[in-house]
């Protein structure tokens, strides 16, 4: 069954840096994309990086030129590092993997959020 694994939040002030990551575990077929998103207490979910396989990171405007997203194929895992991290960052942050599983077919997968809250 897969599952994704993801790493622990935290609180961090604010300027600071964090990395998240996420695990895609079980017996699959393979991997298509990869992304990150977020939800603020009382805010609807919103995207945050996209990495397509084969492709290069796509990060919201939001966050361009602090999140920088990485893939590490054989590991089946990816990374956000966030730095100069703002208080409006503050959110539940959810890993999503597009997975292919053999006989299956293809599906999203979720992870469970990662808590992360920045202070002023």
Same mark, same amino acid.
């Given at each position: 069954?897969?599952?994704?694994?993801?790493?622990?939040?935290?609180?961090?002030?604010? +300027? /600071? #840096?964090?990395?998240?990551?996420?695990? @895609?575990? $079980? =017996? &699959?077929?393979?991997?298509? *994309?990869? %992304?990150?998103? !977020?939800?603020?207490?009382?805010?609807?979910?919103?995207?945050?990086?996209?990495?397509?396989? +084969? /492709? #290069?990171?796509?990060?919201?405007?939001? @966050?361009? $030129? =602090? &999140?920088?997203?990485?893939? *590490?194929? %054989?590991?089946? !895992?990816?990374?956000?590092?966030?730095?100069?991290?703002?208080?409006?960052?503050?959110?539940?942050?959810?890993?999503?993997?597009?997975?292919?599983?053999?006989?299956?077919?293809?599906?999203?997968?979720?992870?469970?959020?990662?808590?992360?809250?920045?202070?002023?």
């Amino acid at each position: 069954q897969v599952q994704i694994v993801e790493s622990e939040g935290g609180l961090v002030q604010s +300027g /600071g #840096s964090l990395r998240l990551s996420c695990t @895609v575990t $079980g =017996r &699959f077929f393979r991997i298509y *994309d990869m %992304a990150w998103y !977020r939800q603020a207490s009382g805010e609807k979910r919103e995207f945050v990086a996209l990495f397509p396989r +084969g /492709g #290069s990171a796509n990060v919201a405007d939001s @966050v361009k $030129g =602090r &999140f920088i997203m990485s893939r *590490d194929y %054989a590991k089946s !895992r990816m990374d956000l590092q966030m730095n100069s991290l703002k208080p409006e960052d503050t959110a539940t942050y959810y890993c999503s993997a597009h997975v292919e599983v053999a006989g299956v077919g293809r599906d999203i997968y979720w992870g469970q959020g990662i808590q992360v809250a920045v202070s002023p």
